[in-house]
């Protein structure tokens, strides 16, 4: 049973970065897909960015050229970088990902992590 585990959330003010960390809980999972999704109390869970096992990536307009996806193939571990955070940034942000076919930011994916909470003031 794969299980994704994210860290590396926590406290920033507006401006500031923080990385997130995504390891899945075998090994050799190699999905074709990993992600990013966020959510907001009482809003739809928004798609951040995705990676294909090829190095493809796709980012959401409100990110792009703040937000650096990335994965480390020797430790399976899938990175969100996040520089200069607003307060709209604020979420809980969620790593997925979808062993066969598409990468799309839409929240279709098979495995899901419980989150990690991210806030900006």
């Known amino acids: 049973h794969v299980q994704l585990v994210e860290s590396g959330g926590g406290a920033v003010q507006a401006g500031g970065s923080l990385t997130l960390s995504c390891e899945a809980s075998?090994?050799?999972?190699?999905?074709?897909?990993m992600g990013w999704f966020r959510r907001v109390p009482g809003k739809e869970r928004e798609g951040v960015a995705s990676?294909?096992?090829?190095?493809?990536?796709t980012y959401a307009e409100s990110v792009k050229g703040r937000f650096t996806i990335s994965h480390d193939k020797a430790k399976n571990t899938l990175f969100l970088q996040m520089n200069s955070l607003k307060p709209e940034d604020t979420a809980m942000y969620y790593c997925?990902?979808?062993?066969?076919?598409?990468?799309?930011?839409?929240?279709?994916?098979?495995?899901w992590g419980q989150g990690t909470q991210v806030t900006v003031s």
């Open positions: 997925v990902a979808e062993r066969y076919g598409g990468c799309k930011l839409v929240a279709d994916y098979t495995y």
């Open positions: 075998v090994y050799t999972f190699r999905p074709y897909c």
């Open positions: 990676m294909s096992s090829d190095g493809r990536t």
